[in-house]
Every structure is written in structure tokens, then in C-alpha cells.
């Protein structure tokens, strides 16, 4: 399984930007897919997720009522759709996939496959 991640920018503060992780191929129903984004110094954070099938989808508080996750019909391809940006929003942004447990679904250690990374700059 591979993953590639775009979308990201320089943007202001309060902008939107919509994120894309594209997978190789359309994953299993077992398989959770994931946004995680990691800031200069600090570790990688977990943001939110659809774990598997079920159409449950998790976010960090840090994110939740400001981000949204999403995927297409085809499920080969999930979004970020990022609102109300705030500076310390600026991290790398990574998707990763894995057949995590529900437990773990915000443990980064439980990832298989991850993205390349993504840029996302909140600045005035």
C-alpha cells in the first residue's frame, strides 16, 4: 500500500485548506486510514481518523469542530478539509493506513504504511 499526500501551502491565519492522501490501492475493510501532522521539535501528533469500514471518524481535541475528515465512494482517497486555521496548526502533515485496533487507532507506533508528508504553513 502506498500513500501520497498533498494539498498543503503557506496560508493566513483563519484560512481553510483541503489536504489529499490518495492510496495505491483500495484498501481492505479492516484497514483505518489516518491524518497525523508532526511540528519542528515536537513529536508526531495524531489528528483524526476513520477507523475501517464503520464510518467512525475520531479527531484530537486540539482539531475537533475545526477539521473534518472525509473519503470518496471509491475509498482510495481521504481528505482533510482544514477550517479556521490557526498558527500553530503549521506542521507536516502525514496520512497513514494500518488494520489498527480501535484502541490504538491514535497511536502513531500502530501504523503500517505512511504518506511522504505534506507542508502546511499558518502565517500572517
Known amino acids: 500500500v502506498q500513500l501520497q499526500a498533498s494539498g498543503g501551502g503557506l496560508v493566513q491565519p483563519g484560512d481553510s485548506l483541503r489536504l489529499s492522501c490518495t492510496v495505491s490501492?483500495?484498501?481492505?475493510?479492516?484497514?483505518?486510514m489516518a491524518w497525523f501532522r508532526q511540528a519542528p521539535g515536537l513529536e508526531r501528533e495524531f489528528v483524526g481518523a476513520?477507523?475501517?469500514?464503520?464510518?467512525?471518524?475520531y479527531y484530537s481535541d486540539s482539531v475537533k469542530g475545526r477539521f473534518t475528515i472525509s473519503r470518496d465512494n471509491a475509498k482510495t482517497t481521504v481528505y482533510l478539509q482544514m477550517d479556521s486555521l490557526k498558527s500553530e496548526d503549521t506542521a507536516l502533515y502525514y496520512c497513514?493506513?494500518?488494520?489498527?485496533?480501535?484502541?490504538?487507532?491514535?497511536?502513531?507506533?500502530?501504523?503500517?504504511?505512511w504518506g511522504q508528508g505534506t507542508l502546511v504553513t499558518v502565517s500572517s
Open positions: 497513514a493506513a494500518s488494520p489498527v485496533i480501535l484502541s490504538e487507532v491514535r497511536n502513531a507506533r500502530s501504523y503500517r504504511y
Open positions: 490501492e483500495r484498501p481492505s475493510s479492516s484497514i483505518s
Open positions: 476513520i477507523w475501517r469500514n464503520s464510518g467512525n471518524i
